[in-house]
């Protein structure tokens, strides 16, 4: 199990301890009673170097003459001195700036050396820490002004955390697979054997999503529909989409074994002398052709917007094919997704082709099928970045149209919670479902509704971690509203000790668990149903509602703006 060793933090070998105590609840196995880390580097139960643990450069030890991992791991709170993009060429008038660390990397990029070694890399894929999560964490701890996942946040919530106070943590070390997931599939398609990792949910390298989540959980957006991914497979290419084409119908069982059909195509056109600011965004213009991917909603097509992937696998005779491939009336692939190899234009759910690549736009007039890999995107509603490229994150967003005092939630967009659910079930399959009925992927029974913007999975969860510090009680205070609320919350507790003792407690968790609840306890229940239709949870004399204005106008006892 000692695959990952971590030692820059006590945080950290705490972090760990914690997240062994968990994996018993997430994976269904046995408690791993030994963290990974070699004990004998733990002294009266600080860490007190981790140099054996990477490949980091320092005066004595020369191991990379690029200075990677200079200024990470705790060692300074210099941020400058990380090894990433800083001073570069960025602008045409020649002005200097900082490139992004991940993604969006421009042609003199600098930023590899920021988590790579070309030659004396630590780990797998030439990493400077041992292991990704060792690698992310290294900065990702706080030090170095990005963002601090052992902090709670209303978005993610912690990876750091107690035993007393109930630490419960998505297991990201590389310790388990990706098969442990509750609701998941342990012996079906998709990535089930991988090690889960913080690269598991995010893209390092950039991500159509906010946050960098990633483009295709659990390797999800290459498994077909019918399998609860996102590929599509021989879908239909047509002139015309003035109505439904019925040849273009996929039925498949659902979760009840009820008949489901989906109707997309592909429509070939020619971009006219209007052209859609989704293609003069990537530069087609008049003349250009398109290859666009439309859903029929019911009443006509739809563009629809997913990205596609362009990764692709060898069969048995070392043959490569793409995941989105293109087929001619002979079934043959001529015409896919490789950018460099093809020179084509992709867009979220189109590729174009320059009306100057005549033989390209001859290959595209001869396709009459595709197969269509799909990424997930998921949009959160965040600020502008601060100094430090850090944004902050209205999770309430994901899933309340209006705020508690009635007002328009400004961030709120229709499905983006939905979006989130679907990222989350990438692994968690049978959790995305409605209620009232026998659903899942995978096996059958009555499950909390997911699937609309009013219920989603990180209306109820955290997506890191949580503890007594950032979990909420049925009026959605945390743990430090409740200290400072001394009007409404232990009025006769005064001293401060004391206080912050009672509060803990009021928090704490009876049933402590890996669910990574938002809320403690049963509160996570009671946030929403105090409003129950069932005559028997309906709202008494003895409901917990202050009705003062500010205090909680909300009778459904969670206040969402926050």
Not at 428 to 440: I, V
Not at 464 to 477: E, F, I, K, Y
Not at 493 to 517: F, G, H, I, M, Q
Request: aromatic content about 8%; proline content about 4%.
């Amino acid at each position: 199990m000692s695959k990952i060793k971590l030692s820059f933090s006590f945080l950290l070998s705490l972090l760990l301890v914690g997240m062994f105590s968990a994996v018993a609840f997430a994976a269904g196995s046995n408690p791993v009673v030994t963290p990974p880390g070699d004990p004998v580097d733990v002294k009266a139960g600080l860490v007190t170097d981790d140099k054996g643990k990477d490949n980091n450069y320092n005066t004595v030890d020369k191991s990379n003459a690029n200075k990677t991992g200079s200024g990470v791991g705790g060692q300074t709170e210099n941020f400058s001195n990380v090894i990433k993009s800083d001073d570069m060429v960025k602008n045409p008038d020649g002005t200097h700036g900082t490139q992004r660390t991940h993604g969006s990397y421009m042609n003199n990029t600098n930023s590899c050396a920021s988590c790579h070694q070309t030659h004396t890399g630590a780990s797998k894929n030439l990493l400077f820490k041992d292991g990704e999560y060792a690698t992310c964490t290294a900065c990702h701890d706080g030090t170095l002004g990005f963002y601090n996942v052992f902090t709670g946040s209303n978005s993610a919530g912690t990876f750091g955390g107690t035993h007393d106070g109930n630490m419960s943590v998505h297991l990201a070390n590389g310790t388990v697979e990706t098969k442990a997931a509750p609701g998941g599939n342990q012996n079906g398609t998709g990535n089930w054997e991988a090690e889960f990792t913080c690269a598991s949910c995010h893209a390092p390298h950039g991500s159509y999503s906010d946050r960098l989540l990633h483009p295709d959980p659990n390797g999800m957006g290459n498994i077909l529909v019918k399998d609860g991914g996102k590929r599509l497979e021989n879908v239909p290419v047509v002139t015309d989409i003035s109505a439904k084409v019925a040849a273009a119908d996929v039925t498949y069982k659902d979760a009840t074994g009820a008949d489901v059909t989906i109707n997309y195509v592909l429509y070939r056109s020619t971009i006219g002398t209007t052209v859609p600011a989704a293609y003069s965004a990537k530069g087609l213009i008049t003349g250009d052709t398109v290859l666009q991917l439309m859903k029929w909603n019911g009443t006509a097509y739809v563009n629809d917007t997913d990205p596609w992937l362009h990764g692709y696998d060898f069969d048995a005779a070392h043959v490569k094919h793409y995941w989105t491939a293109f087929k001619d009336n002979t079934g043959k692939e001529v015409f896919d997704t490789d950018q460099l190899k093809k020179g084509e234009i992709l867009g979220n759910g189109f590729a174009g082709v320059p009306a100057s690549k005549a033989t390209l736009v001859a290959t595209v007039n001869s396709i009459v099928s595709g197969n269509v890999a799909r990424g997930y995107v998921v949009k959160l509603d965040v600020s502008a970045p601060d100094a430090n490229n850090v944004t902050t994150t209205t999770a309430s967003s994901l899933w309340a149209s209006k705020l508690a005092n009635g007002s328009a939630n400004p961030g709120y967009l229709a499905n983006r919670g939905v979006a989130m659910s679907t990222f989350c079930s990438a692994c968690h399959t049978d959790y995305l479902a409605g209620s009232g009925k026998e659903t899942g992927t995978f096996d059958h029974a009555y499950r909390h509704t997911t699937t609309s913007d009013s219920y989603t999975c990180v209306r109820c969860h955290y997506a890191h971690g949580t503890d007594v510090t950032v979990m909420r009680d049925a009026r959605g205070l945390t743990y430090d509203q409740i200290k400072a609320d001394t009007t409404n919350y232990f009025p006769t507790v005064t001293d401060p000790t004391a206080r912050e003792a009672v509060v803990k407690d009021y928090l704490l968790d009876k049933n402590p668990s890996s669910a990574l609840k938002r809320y403690t306890n049963m509160a996570v229940c009671w946030g929403c149903h105090t409003s129950s239709h069932s005559e028997g949870t309906r709202n008494t004399d003895t409901y917990q509602y202050n009705p003062t204005p500010g205090v909680d106008t909300d009778r459904n006892g969670i206040e969402f703006d926050y």
